[in-house]
């Protein structure tokens, strides 16, 4: 048990919040100052969660740093200077810093130790937690603020015990990696893999790249903030948060409402060079129906491709980066600096593993089905994450009669609204599955939904209520939404973790709610109006 962790034991709180990311801290800031007791329990050394574990070199944000950060505090978002328009990894931990202590939040969190079991005892309506340390924890209400990408998906390779070299995680990059004159190997052409690699060819001896499945990576063209730029922002942010928050993406950059179909092929070319120059998500709204409709998803696509085509020398090495088999958008788009001219290096090699598959480790390094042996000092795993229900049903979680949540998501996760799930009362998951977060801004899908819980233990209070559930119900209507949102798009025509593909067994369900962060504000706020006619409140007044 580490320092930090004791004195918790037989701890007995209105709300016990698990993560210090940002979810986690918006949560004790504004329960607190709502006059619940709370704490927060966090497995890392320090705050900001998903930013606090994925620090391997040219981690970046791929949402712009004025609209990637919390909007609850005007002094705050006033105050703070973001220096470029998309924030590195080491910017977003200095703003958590920041955040927790401008906010006096330290005092209630503690670090270095992780919630392994969580039981709801039905006799006192209250949920019992465990952790790592030995710590028992007695609290009213259960957030579970464990983040949607932070429970990493890491494969195990046959002969995975003789490797000499090193092997790390990006989503849990061990600071003392050396990378400086070797031979590194990395798994994964992903977001994290597509940003790491610029920075480990400038560094390594040899570079060599598996690529399963390649991916459609947008150029960021990021760049220093301009003060004017930020002056503007920051004069109008009220008017931009609101947008934000009413949008379809969560973004302020304007979708383009024509059809790409609709006008001839030079606008369109001029429309998607127009975007292209924008850099980022914001070419996936070069016109209306990109996302939806296959042909003008295919033209978009194309875009891409030559795009690629004519970033790399080698053209077998073009073809095996250009993506096939998914439409554009419909895997997470990437955003990069530099990644497909990175392979015009002489001492960077892309690896198709798709044709020859790795079929272990060896002492020296990594073998692939056509017999060869890449040698390797370092092997750089960036496979991503079990995506939106990892975090959740990696700790042991039991709700009525025993059930535990993995038990329930058996089948594919149900949730209403994507905070809460029948048969788990009190319990709330901070953008979890059913919710749009991971397909939009993720501050505002954050504070949203915290915004919403602390309404409704507020309503609670004033109810004398002691516990609250969806119905099943209103769990199963809102699970048939999801689906129905999911189909109007091309997301669920590929393989990819918004509908678990990537993790083995995962049962096939799309993750997210796609119908529109906007869209999924007002169904919120629609609940509250209509009295929380689809939750079953317990009003018996025992108290923990
Ligand atoms: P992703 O997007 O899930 O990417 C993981 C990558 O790892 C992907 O290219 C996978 O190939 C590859 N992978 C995983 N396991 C293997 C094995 N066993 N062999 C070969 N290749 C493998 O994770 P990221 O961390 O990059 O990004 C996650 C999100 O974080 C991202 O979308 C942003 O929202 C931020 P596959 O595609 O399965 O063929």
Not at 113 to 118: E, F, G, K, P, S
Not at 504 to 528: D, H, N, S, T
Request: aromatic share 10%.
């Amino acid at each position: 048990m580490g320092d930090e962790a004791r004195g918790l034991s037989e701890d007995v709180v209105d709300v016990l919040v698990v993560g210090a990311g940002f979810g986690g801290m918006y949560a004790l800031h504004k329960l607190r100052g709502l006059g619940f007791s709370v704490r927060v329990l966090e497995r890392g050394h320090g705050v900001g969660g998903t930013w606090y574990w994925n620090r391997y070199p040219g981690a970046r944000c791929d949402i712009e740093s004025l609209e990637y950060s919390y909007s609850f505090s005007a002094e705050l978002q006033q105050d703070w200077g973001w220096t470029q328009r998309y924030p590195t990894q080491p910017e977003m931990r200095a703003y958590a810093e920041h955040v927790a202590d401008r906010f006096d939040l330290r005092p209630h969190i503690t670090f270095g130790v992780a919630v392994t079991t969580a039981a709801y005892d039905e006799d006192d309506g209250c949920w019992r937690v465990g952790t790592d340390a030995g710590d028992l924890i007695t609290a009213r209400f259960l957030v579970l603020a464990t983040g949607v990408l932070s429970a990493a998906s890491v494969p195990q390779f046959p002969g995975q015990e003789r490797f000499r070299g090193r092997i790390v995680h990006t989503g849990s990059w061990p600071e003392d990696t050396e990378v400086d004159g070797l031979r590194v190997g990395v798994v994964g052409t992903g977001s994290s893999g597509i940003q790491v690699v610029p920075h480990l060819a400038e560094r390594a001896g040899h570079l060599s790249v598996f690529q399963r499945t390649a991916n459609y990576s947008i150029s960021a063209a990021n760049q220093p903030l301009a003060p004017e730029y930020v002056r503007d922002v920051k004069a109008r942010y009220p008017e931009l948060r609101e947008q934000a928050r009413r949008s379809f993406t969560g973004s302020t950059v304007p979708i383009n409402r024509q059809s790409a179909l609709a006008v001839d092929q030079e606008e369109r070319d001029r429309r998607f060079e127009e975007r292209w120059a924008l850099g980022g998500f914001a070419f996936l709204g070069s016109f209306d129906d990109v996302t939806r409709d296959p042909e003008a998803n295919r033209l978009a696509a194309r875009f891409v491709e030559d795009k690629i085509r004519a970033a790399v020398d080698d053209p077998t090495t073009a073809e095996l980066l250009v993506p096939t088999g998914h439409p554009i958008g419909s895997r997470r788009i990437c955003v990069d600096t530099g990644y497909h001219a990175t392979f015009n290096l002489p001492h960077v090699r892309l690896v198709d593993v798709r044709r020859a598959p790795i079929t272990g480790l060896t002492e020296a390094g990594l073998r692939t089905a056509d017999g060869e042996e890449h040698p390797l000092h370092l092997l750089v795993l960036a496979t991503g994450f079990d995506a939106m229900t990892g975090s959740f049903v990696r700790i042991d979680v039991r709700g009525r009669g025993g059930v535990t949540l993995r038990e329930k998501w058996a089948d594919g996760a149900r949730t209403y609204l994507g905070l809460q799930t029948a048969g788990f009362p009190n319990l709330f998951t901070l953008t979890g599955p059913g919710s749009p977060a991971v397909l939009c801004n993720m501050f505002l899908a954050l504070e949203q939904h915290v915004d919403w819980v602390a309404d409704l233990l507020v309503e609670m209070r004033e109810r004398g209520a002691r516990t609250v559930e969806p119905t099943v119900d209103a769990e199963q209507d809102w699970s048939e939404q999801v689906a129905r949102a999911a189909e109007r798009t091309l997301y669920p025509q590929a393989d990819s973790w918004y509908v678990g593909a990537n993790v083995p067994g995962k049962p096939r369900v799309f993750l997210p709610y796609a119908g529109g962060v906007g869209k999924y504000r007002r169904i919120c706020e629609q609940v509250v109006v209509d009295g929380y006619r689809t939750f079953v409140f317990d009003a018996d007044l025992t108290v923990v």
